[in-house]
Every structure is written in structure tokens, then in C-alpha cells.
């Protein structure tokens, strides 16, 4: 009996060598395949700052960008071993992957034709590249979502594992090492901050987890799984004669009979985008789950600024290294957090004077350095950052120490009203002149309430030029992000300005 079931387990030792041979070189020939595959790339980025998002790709990527006639939207060109570092883009919300661009798409006249059209137009596109670069991204975002878990229940199996964790560390370890690709797009992935993940050590239950996995492959190999897809149609333009569900729902019929996959509008696993703007007509496959820009704050406020619009801004200003830049109204600290990620050779000041404002700031600094010592593996030295509260129109700063000041003003709405911000805008342009340097200093500061702060800017001549305007849109409010460059006029104390001018009516006298 013994010697039957030795063999029986030989047998199968055989048998799950063979499996995981004949996987591995499957993904080895998918990943071979597809090292040289160049795809475009489409991004979505706050609007006003597509520019900004543009100079970033040229600069991080080394490739050309194009800024889409739909505001919005900017579109490059990679090879897919770059994809990781297309997720670690600052400016940028959502990725997809270009399927096909129809640059002039003629619509028939009637409805009916256009959607038919639609139909036709879903067995004519080439699928195979773009789901190809889907599957990639796919594989690589699973497993992060699997290694949060399983990280999990490593922490639960250290206390019952004792010794026997190190051996498992080092067999996971192991596996990962001969997965060379993965590893690569993996690390670079976990290596900057953009991407909201914590990584612990691999003890404990990881062994058993991997083996599972495989365990799962094979399964799907011969048993492959039909997908869940939806289709999300974006329509821009007035001479359409359908609407955006209508093309959704007849494009994704279509595709579903192309595929044979399952229709869900929740639980899907791919998601095919039709983007109509005029004439141009663009399908894409999305590439994230949820908008880049959920990467820095953790505790959030009434008007927490979107890191990807506090990313733009900051860009806008150019820091250069030592710079000292101040958010006086920071809120959640979104605009001084994203800078001490990106810009840490400067030095960020974040203030406020809501004691909860800076309590919310000081927690998701916090949470930030967690997150950094745990991938790193060992403490942290810190982020060029500080907080702390004070009165904006009378700021604990020297005068002329501050080289850039960055913030998003009340627009009077959620925060304040459009009453008070009469008294605050110029105070705020006042003592904004007074820290910051004459000559070289810049500000950029964020208001819906443009009509007020177009007027306080008036009064301020003297000491703010306005360089440049960027208009945006924060939640379906039309706002203004303006740039303005500090004169090299001295400032003057409305003490001194006061003196003056009295000396200056008694000499008249």
C-alpha cells in the first residue's frame, strides 16, 4: 500500500512539474511577444492642465503627446514595458489604451443608420493588440489587489508560524525573482507614491497563496472564464442625432456577440470606452479601476482638493531646488503633500486657520510617512514638510522669505461666502506680497469667485503681475487658476504707507 501511494505522489509531482512548465512558458511567450508591442495610450487630466500633463509625459516617458481636441484627454505613445511607469504619471486621472481613432467618422443622417453603423463598426476594429496590453495591466493590478490580502493574513499567521515563516519568505522570494518582468513592472510600481498601496514583508500563508494561484491558472486554462464587460460612451457635440446610452447600448450588444462576453454594468472586468467628440470618434480600453488621483490623502475635508489638479498647479510655478513654497489656506494639505512627494528638494510650509483643517493635514502627512516605511522596509527620514495653524491675512512668516505660495482660495460656497471673501481676497493679495520675495516670487492661487478676485487684483498693481490664467473645472464649477509673478517693489507696511502719505499732504499744506 505504501509503495502504490509513492508512486501516486510521483505521478503527481510529475504531473504539476509539467503544469507549471508548460504555464511558465506560456507567459514567457505572451511576455516575449509583447516587450517590443507599442500601443497609444490615452489619459484623462483636470482640464486647463493638459499642457502641463503633456510636458510630463515628454519629460518622464520620452515620448510625443498629443492634446486631444476634447478638452481633457491627451493621448502618447509607449511600448508596453513602459505601462508601470505610465500609472506613476502625477497629472494624469484615468488611462485607457486606444483600440482606434477615427479621426473624421461621417454620421448618417437618421439614427437608426448611425446606430447600425455602430454595430458593424464593433467586428471591424483590431482588438487584439489593446486586449493584449489589458491583460498585462490586468495581471499586474490583480496582484497587487491579492498581495494587500494576503499581506493580511501573513500578519495573522505570524503569530502561529513561528519558524517556519522564514522558510516560506524565502521560497516566495525565490518564485518572485524567476518572474523577472513581473518583478521589474512591480517594483517601479511600489517605488512611487502615485499608486495608494502598502507593501509588508511575504511570510506566512504567501507560499500557500502562490501555489493556489497556479492551482488557478491551470484551471482557467482549461476552463477559461467568459469575461464581464460594459461600454461607457463619452459624447461632446451638438449635431448628433443619438444619445450616449443609445450608442453604449447598441455598440456593447455588438461587442458582446463578437466576444460571446457577459454583459454587467457593476461587477465587469473589462471596460470598453466609446469617446465622441464631433467627428472623432475614439474606442478604448480602460486601464484603472479608479482615478489616479486617490494617491496621497487619506482624511478628507469639505474641499479637498484632487492631487492631479495639485500637481498642476505647483508645476505651473516651476519650484527649483531649495525653494520654500506655502499653502496659507491647505485644508487637507493636498497641494503642500503632492510637492514634498515631488519637489523634495524644496521645503513645504502647509497652515491654516481651522484647527481641523490642520489636524486633517498633520493625520494624512502621517499616513503618508507610514506608508513610505513600510516599502521601504525601515524608518524613514521624513518629507520636507511642516504644518501648522495661523491667521492668513497675518502670517508668523519674514518678510520676503517665501519664493512661492500655492493654495486654493474659498470659493464662498462650501467654505466662507461670497460676501466675506470682499474683505478676505485683498487682505490675503496683501499679505501674500509681503513674505513673498521681490522680483522672483510666485503665486498661484486657485477661486471660482473670479469676478472678486479680479478686483482685489486691481488694487495690487504695485506689488502682483498676472503672468498667465488657466481656466479649470472643479466639479461643474467653472474656476480660475492664476499665475501671478511678485513685482520687485519693496513691500511697505500700511504703517509706513500711512506716514507717508500724511508727510506728503503736510508738505502740500
Avoid at 493580511?152 to 505570524?158: A, C, P, Q, T
Avoid at 476552463?223 to 459624447?235: D, G, M
Avoid at 467627428?279 to 480600453?285: A, C, D, S
Amino acid at each position: 500500500m505504501s509503495d502504490l501511494q509513492e508512486v501516486t505522489n510521483q505521478l503527481l509531482d510529475v504531473n504539476l512539474h509539467e503544469n507549471q512548465r508548460s504555464i511558465q512558458v506560456t507567459e514567457s511567450g505572451l511576455r516575449s511577444e509583447s516587450e517590443h508591442l507599442r500601443v497609444t495610450i490615452g489619459a484623462t487630466v483636470p482640464t486647463g492642465f493638459e499642457q502641463t500633463a503633456a510636458d510630463e509625459v515628454r519629460e518622464k516617458l520620452r515620448s510625443s503627446c498629443k492634446i486631444s481636441k476634447d478638452r481633457g484627454k491627451i493621448y502618447f505613445d509607449i511600448s508596453v514595458e513602459s505601462l508601470a511607469q505610465v500609472h506613476c504619471l502625477r497629472s494624469v486621472d484615468n488611462l485607457f489604451v486606444v483600440v482606434q481613432e477615427l479621426k473624421d467618422y461621417q454620421f448618417k443622417e437618421t439614427k437608426e443608420e448611425v446606430l447600425k453603423d455602430f454595430e458593424e463598426l464593433a467586428g471591424k476594429l483590431p482588438w487584439s493588440d489593446p486586449l493584449k496590453v489589458w491583460k498585462i495591466n490586468t495581471s499586474f493590478k490583480k496582484k497587487k489587489t491579492k498581495r494587500k490580502n494576503i499581506n493580511e493574513n501573513s500578519s495573522k499567521g505570524k503569530i502561529d508560524n513561528g519558524q517556519g515563516d522564514k522558510r516560506d519568505e524565502r521560497d516566495v522570494k525565490k518564485e518572485l525573482t524567476n518572474n523577472a518582468l513581473e518583478s521589474h513592472i512591480l517594483l517601479d510600481y511600489y517605488e512611487n507614491p502615485a499608486i495608494k498601496e502598502e507593501i509588508s514583508t511575504l511570510v506566512g500563508d504567501d507560499l500557500a497563496s502562490c501555489k493556489d494561484e497556479t492551482d488557478e491558472s491551470s484551471r482557467e486554462e482549461t476552463y477559461p472564464e467568459v469575461l464581464k464587460f460594459r461600454v461607457t460612451c463619452n459624447r461632446a457635440g451638438e449635431k448628433h442625432c443619438f444619445s450616449s446610452n443609445e450608442a453604449a447600448r447598441d455598440f456593447g450588444g455588438a461587442v458582446q456577440d463578437y466576444f460571446k462576453w457577459k454583459a454587467d454594468m457593476t461587477n465587469f472586468d473589462v471596460e470598453v470606452l466609446l469617446n465622441i467628440h464631433d467627428n472623432e470618434v475614439v474606442v478604448g480600453i480602460a486601464l484603472t479601476e479608479e482615478s489616479l488621483h486617490r494617491r496621497n490623502i487619506t482624511h478628507f475635508g469639505p474641499t479637498t482638493l484632487r492631487s492631479t489638479l495639485a500637481y498642476g498647479m505647483l508645476r505651473l510655478c516651476d519650484p527649483q531646488p531649495t525653494d520654500i513654497i506655502v499653502d496659507p489656506m491647505c485644508g487637507t494639505g493636498a497641494i503642500p503633500i503632492e510637492g514634498a512627494t515631488e519637489w523634495t528638494n524644496c521645503y513645504h510650509i502647509a497652515g491654516d486657520n481651522n484647527p481641523l483643517a490642520i489636524n486633517r493635514t498633520a493625520n494624512n502627512i502621517s499616513s503618508l510617512l507610514t506608508k513610505n516605511q513600510i516599502k521601504e522596509g525601515k524608518l524613514s527620514w521624513g518629507l520636507p514638510i511642516d504644518a501648522i495653524q495661523w491667521d492668513v491675512c497675518n502670517l508668523p512668516l519674514r518678510t520676503g522669505s517665501v519664493d512661492i505660495i500655492v493654495t486654493d482660495m474659498p470659493f464662498g460656497k462650501r467654505m466662507g461666502s461670497k460676501k466675506r471673501n470682499w474683505n478676505l481676497y485683498p487682505a490675503c493679495l496683501r499679505e501674500m506680497s509681503r513674505v513673498c520675495r521681490p522680483g522672483t516670487g510666485r503665486a498661484v492661487l486657485l477661486t471660482q469667485d473670479k469676478k472678486c478676485f479680479t478686483k482685489a487684483l486691481s488694487g495690487m498693481g504695485h506689488v502682483w503681475r498676472k503672468v498667465h490664467t488657466v481656466w479649470v473645472n472643479i466639479g461643474g464649477l467653472h474656476a480660475a487658476v492664476y499665475l501671478l509673478k511678485r513685482t520687485p517693489q519693496a513691500f511697505v507696511h500700511s504703517s509706513e504707507q500711512d506716514g507717508k502719505e500724511l508727510l506728503g499732504n503736510t508738505k502740500n499744506d
